[in-house]
């Protein structure tokens, strides 16, 4: 009877830890659709819904959460950074007077985010407490920004991706030549920093310890001509990234792209889709996901093998008291 029990015990403690460690999907994200009105909407990977939760100005781009799981975006059109917040559905205006806001990056802290601007052709830093916005890096901006897992901040600046002093704002290293660079997304699975190329339709891996080698191509995500732009790191193995394929928008919305292998699916259809907010690390949503917003950012689900497992976990438990507690009796 005791070995009956001490096998059964191990059994499932192994079959539990199994099941713990498996790592589930992001079932729930939210993005920007730039459009005149534009749109912020919650995108269902599990259902492939994609559902508005917030008509804006002109063309919103980049969106991220507070340390509150407010949503901070930026308005292309009216050159403004706003906060939307999912459990009021509240929107205010944080700070106005930017020249073509695109990409943000919450800092570490939370207290502030960089603006790239792309019109004014550089980053600002805005207090989020306060509105107040002052330079921080005048040459050059526009493109994907963020920072990796231990606090080094890397930008796409025209014809370059560069890591600056997140201080000082100084040049740290640069990769070589000149290329066109938009998204850009740090993943803590691989260690890679992934660019996406906008008009080229290409996604590229860069090693954040050695820009100077330069990036490789993971994938073509659409043909040339269409664009692809925002990306994030799903922790997972996996980057999400919005694409736009103009004149056949049924090409168009959110793809699923393996950070490894360049294997790609669409997962969801969303017309116009131009940026994904953070699912990993700094601007992601806090623990929890969004409180009163209906759905995490975020939200784990059980997958397929999980399920199995769950199940079978049980069914061995069952098994096991069965079998001591038929010895007991013997």
């Given amino acids: 009877m005791a070995v009956h029990s001490v096998v059964c015990a191990r059994l499932i403690g192994t079959l539990l830890l199994a099941l713990i460690s498996t790592g589930g999907q992001a079932a729930t994200v939210f993005g920007s659709i730039f459009t005149d009105p534009g749109k912020l909407v919650r995108i269902d990977t599990t259902s492939h819904t994609v559902t508005p939760i917030l008509t804006t100005g002109s063309d919103p781009d980049s969106l991220i959460f507070d340390t509150s799981g407010r949503l901070i975006y930026t308005v292309f059109g009216a050159n403004q950074v706003r906060r939307f917040d999912p459990a009021t559905s509240s929107d205010t205006l944080i700070s106005g007077g930017f020249s073509g806001p695109l990409d943000l990056a919450l800092e570490p802290g939370g207290q502030t985010v960089l603006v790239s601007n792309n019109t004014g052709v550089r980053i600002d830093r805005l207090n989020l407490s306060t509105g107040v916005t002052t330079p921080f890096f005048t040459n050059g901006g526009g493109g994907g920004i963020t920072y990796d897992t231990s606090g080094r901040l890397f930008a796409v600046i025209p014809g370059l991706l560069v890591q600056l002093d997140p201080v000082t704002a100084a ?44 990036g490789q191509l993971l994938a073509t995500l659409i043909p040339s001509g269409g664009f692809v732009d925002g990306l994030e790191a799903d922790g997972a193995g996996n980057l999400l990234v919005a694409a736009r394929v103009l004149g056949n928008e049924a090409m168009s919305g959110l793809f699923q792209v393996n950070d490894v292998t360049g294997a790609f699916t669409q997962i969801a259809f969303a017309p116009l889709l131009d940026d994904i907010a953070p699912l990993k690390g700094l601007g992601a949503p806090p623990p929890g996901g969004v409180v009163g917003g209906g ?19 049980l069914l061995i438990l069952a098994v096991g008291l069965w079998r001591v507690r038929r010895g007991g009796r013997a």
């Fill in 295 to 313: 759905t995490a950012a975020v939200t784990p689900v059980p997958t397929l093998a999980q399920t199995s497992l769950a199940g079978l976990v």
């Fill in 171 to 214: 040049v740290l290293q640069t990769t070589p030549g000149v290329i066109t660079l938009d998204g850009l997304a740090f993943d803590p699975v691989t260690g890679s920093l992934y660019a996406t190329d906008g008009e080229g339709g290409h996604i590229f891996r860069f090693n954040p310890n050695n820009l100077a080698a330069g």
